[in-house]
C-alpha cells in the first residue's frame, strides 16, 4: 500500500493562514499593531503593507527608528527574552499583518527547517541593513542618507521587484529616520524633484535615475 506523499511545507503559505496560536489581521493606516511597554509575546509577519517603528524616551522624545514593508518580521525581540516591547510599531499603509504567538514560531522553527531557512535570513538581513544605517549616518551627508532611504523605502536593492510608489509619508518621519530637520528634508525632496529623480502621484514616486545617482556618486547627490 502505497502512501500520499507529504506536500512541501511553504513557509509563506504557513504564514499566511489562520492557524494555532497564529492570526492575519487587517490593518488600516494610523493603526497601532502594538505600543511600547506592552508585554512581548508574539512575532509579526508583514503580508502586505509597510509599518514604522517609533521609540519614546523618558523625556518624551519620539525617534523612528525603522521602517518595514511585505515579507518583512518585526517583534521578534520576544524570542530573546524581550519582556516588554521598547517600540510601538504603527501602520503607514493598509496591510495584512501575521501575528505568531512565541510558542507557535518555536515550534515551527523546531519542526520545519524551511521556515527556519527564511527566519534566520531576516534575522541576517536586519543585522546587515542595521549595521548598513549606523555607516550611512556616520559618513554620508543628510542628501545621501536621504536618497537611500526613498530607495530603499522603494525596494530598490531588494530581491523583489522594486515599487517605486511610496505612500505618503510625512517629511517629519523622513526628518526622523535621517537624523536631520524637516526643513532640510524639504529642501532636498524638491532638489530631486526638479532633477527627475523623484515626482508626486498621490505619493512619492521614486525613479532609477536617483538609484543611479547614488551609486555613481553624481554631483547632484552631496559625497
Known amino acids: 500500500m502505497t502512501t500520499e506523499p507529504q506536500p512541501k511545507f511553504d513557509p509563506k503559505v504557513f504564514l499566511a493562514r489562520v492557524g494555532k496560536g497564529r492570526s492575519v489581521g487587517n490593518y488600516n493606516a494610523s493603526q497601532v499593531v502594538f ?5 512581548a509575546d508574539a512575532v509579526f509577519y508583514i503580508q502586505k503593507g509597510k509599518v514604522k517603528a517609533t521609540v519614546v524616551s523618558e523625556q518624551g522624545k519620539e525617534a523612528v527608528v525603522a521602517m518595514l514593508g511585505r515579507n518583512e518580521f518585526f517583534g521578534e525581540g520576544c524570542l530573546a527574552g524581550q519582556v516588554k516591547r521598547i517600540s510601538t510599531v504603527e501602520v503607514i499603509t493598509p496591510a495584512i499583518i501575521s501575528r505568531l504567538e512565541k510558542a507557535a514560531i518555536l515550534r515551527v522553527m523546531q519542526e520545519e527547517p524551511a521556515f527556519s531557512e527564511l527566519f534566520i535570513a531576516h534575522l541576517l538581513t536586519r543585522a546587515v541593513r542595521v549595521e548598513a544605517d549606523l555607516v550611512d549616518q556616520l559618513f554620508n551627508s543628510s542628501e545621501k542618507r536621504l536618497a537611500r532611504l526613498l530607495l530603499l523605502l522603494a525596494n530598490f536593492g531588494k530581491d523583489e521587484q522594486p515599487e517605486p510608489m511610496i505612500a505618503k ?27 527627475g529623480f523623484i515626482s508626486y502621484n498621490g505619493g512619492i514616486e521614486v525613479h532609477s535615475s536617483l538609484l543611479n545617482a547614488v551609486l555613481h556618486d553624481q554631483p547632484h547627490i552631496e559625497p
Open 35 to 39: 505600543s511600547q511597554g506592552e508585554p
Open 169 to 195: 509619508i510625512s517629511q517629519e518621519t523622513l526628518a526622523q529616520m535621517i537624523g536631520t530637520t524637516r526643513s532640510r528634508v524639504s529642501f532636498f525632496m524638491n532638489k530631486f524633484r526638479k532633477l
